[in-house]
């Protein structure tokens, strides 16, 4: 039978490359908060109350902001639940790390919503909507394995969405007047970046481990692309998905993973 977990038999492979130790931390996080508060602080109070976009931007941004927060707010009880099961420190605490960042999205995405006079009930009606990323994030939510979290959501979905999706975004916002949600944008990517880069190293340590892991991580692999695969469909968002894949492969082949045949629409 093929294998479905994976052990790190030797913890030692793994370290954190941001080097981080919970002062290190601690201080970056400030230093990153104090930063978002200044950027945040200088907007002009017109564009912080969405005035200056069209009423037709809103209409259509509601897709937008629900896929932001809802994957943040994911991205905090899937990595928690990574915390819990962790089976060594340095792990753990990267996990932590993690999840105080993707609180801070949160908090960001929330904040879009409300400013934007867009009422609650209409958020997660956006989110189950057909072609958005709900249903890869609500598999992950289930998972309860560390590595398992780590491969799918930190590995394939960050690498795959990491640095170049989040500036076209930021650059989108901002063109249409929404300087909130490319200021938020600007300061995700930040943290992302980070994730992606600890969750590359595990997944070098984990092969490096034993080889046969490779196998079990090309399953995660294409069992996440899959789930993927709809928000690419009906063709609108072919160059998203090119570039979705784009960044994900440039950090997986090199270490041995081979693309995934999709169906696409
Ligand atoms: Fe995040
Ligand atoms: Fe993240």
């Known amino acids: ?26 201080a970056l996080q400030a230093r990153e908060r104090e930063r978002y508060l200044a950027e945040r602080a200088a907007i002009p109070d017109d564009a912080l109350a969405y005035r200056t976009v ?128 490319a200021v938020n944008h600007r300061a995700r990517v930040r943290d992302e970046t980070r994730h992606i880069s600890f969750a590359r190293s595990l997944v070098k340590a984990l092969i490096d481990d034993d080889p046969a892991n490779l196998d079990v991580i090309q399953r995660w692999q294409d069992e996440s692309l899959q789930l993927f695969v709809e928000v690419a469909r009906g063709g609108e968002r072919h160059e998203w998905w090119e570039g979705f894949l784009g960044s994900y492969y440039k950090i997986a082949l090199p270490l041995g993973l081979r693309p995934t045949s999709l169906p696409l629409a």
């Open 1 to 26: 039978m093929a294998r479905t977990r994976i052990v790190l038999k030797d913890p030692d492979r793994f370290k954190d490359p941001a080097n981080l130790t919970w002062e290190r931390y601690i």
């Open 54 to 181: 069209s009423p037709r931007y809103l209409e259509r941004a509601v897709d937008q902001f629900a896929n932001n927060y809802y994957s943040e707010l994911s991205a905090t009880h899937y990595i928690a639940t990574a915390a819990a099961n962790a089976s060594f420190d340095e792990l753990k605490k990267c996990c932590l790390f993690q999840l105080a960042d993707e609180q801070r999205h949160l908090e960001m995405d929330r904040e879009v919503f409300e400013r934007a006079g867009i009422p609650e009930r209409d958020w997660l009606p956006a989110w189950e909507a057909p072609g958005t990323t709900c249903r890869f994030f609500r598999h992950v939510l289930e998972l309860e394995d560390t590595f398992e979290i780590l491969v799918k959501a930190n590995f394939v979905a960050e690498g795959a969405a990491g640095p170049g999706t989040f500036a076209v975004l930021a650059d989108g916002a901002e063109a249409r007047g929404d300087l909130l949600s």
